[in-house]
């Protein structure tokens, strides 16, 4: 009924881009703030665009996220600065967030109902630190046992995605071994992380029309809605 390999008894749900919408509000906030950065630079200005927010910020830590686009230009900056350009990018997720709101894909939310439902366990894995705020906004928080967030890997010193960490976590959380367990994701750092922890099934999420990467990346099965895993 849930499309999902026998013998699996847990699912491992990001949030941005899987449960909610909050996607587009992330990418838009990277953009502004790297642009910003960019303008301000001696070089000649580049935009930052789609392929890079998928390539080297989508679902890695803020810090880590900046430190990876910068690579990707040439550009070094020391520790402070790379923290106050994640900053700047956090404060403007949550005015984004406090403006828009926020939705829920509802395919999604029946589909973790459904897992509910057949006795599965569930927590949410994510890199963002607003995770807790963000299922408190969309009134779904009930539906989960347990989440691994920002705040949770800067706690405890765990590498971001594309690194398995995160997601071993939650397995963790729900006493679940890797291989029992389900990652959703539709970054493609977090299918490498789902791909790199031996979990027992990784779902690939297609929001924007990368399913080829996807797979690529380590997806066994790419969907562009999670209800069309149920029967």
């Keep these: 009924m849930l499309g999902l390999p026998d013998g699996m008894r847990a699912c491992l749900f990001d949030l941005d ?9 992330h990418a ?12 301000s630079r001696p070089e000649p200005f580049r935009e930052f665009t789609q392929d890079d927010y998928e390539d080297y910020v989508d679902g890695r830590p803020r810090e880590d996220g900046v430190r990876s686009f910068l690579k990707s230009r040439g550009i070094d900056l020391d520790e402070h600065a790379v923290a106050e350009l994640a900053d700047r990018k956090n404060d ?34 994510s890199s963002s630190a607003n995770t807790h705020e963000v299922l408190r906004v969309t009134g779904i928080e009930h ?6 967030d920002g705040l949770t890997i ?30 959703f994701e539709d970054a493609l750092a977090g ?37 069309q895993l149920l029967a």
Excluded: C, N
């Design 17 to 25: 881009g899987v449960l909610t919408q909050t996607a587009k509000v």
């Design 28 to 39: 838009a906030a990277w953009k502004q703030m790297f642009d910003e950065y960019l303008h």
């Design 92 to 125: 403007l997720v949550q005015r984004l967030i406090h403006e828009q709101g926020v939705e829920v894909y509802e395919g999604s939310v029946r589909y973790v109902e459904a897992v509910r439902d057949a006795g599965l366990r569930r927590a949410v894995v």
């Design 143 to 148: 539906l989960f046992e347990a989440v691994v």
């Design 154 to 183: 800067e706690r405890d010193g765990l590498k971001g995605k594309p690194a398995p960490d995160s997601f071993l976590a939650g397995a963790r959380a729900l006493d679940t071994e890797p291989a029992a367990a389900v990652v």
């Design 191 to 227: 299918v490498e992380a789902g791909r790199a922890g031996k979990f027992g099934f990784v779902v690939g999420v297609d929001r924007v029309g990368h399913a080829d990467d996807l797979r690529e990346h380590g997806a066994d099965v790419v969907v562009t809605d999670l209800a």
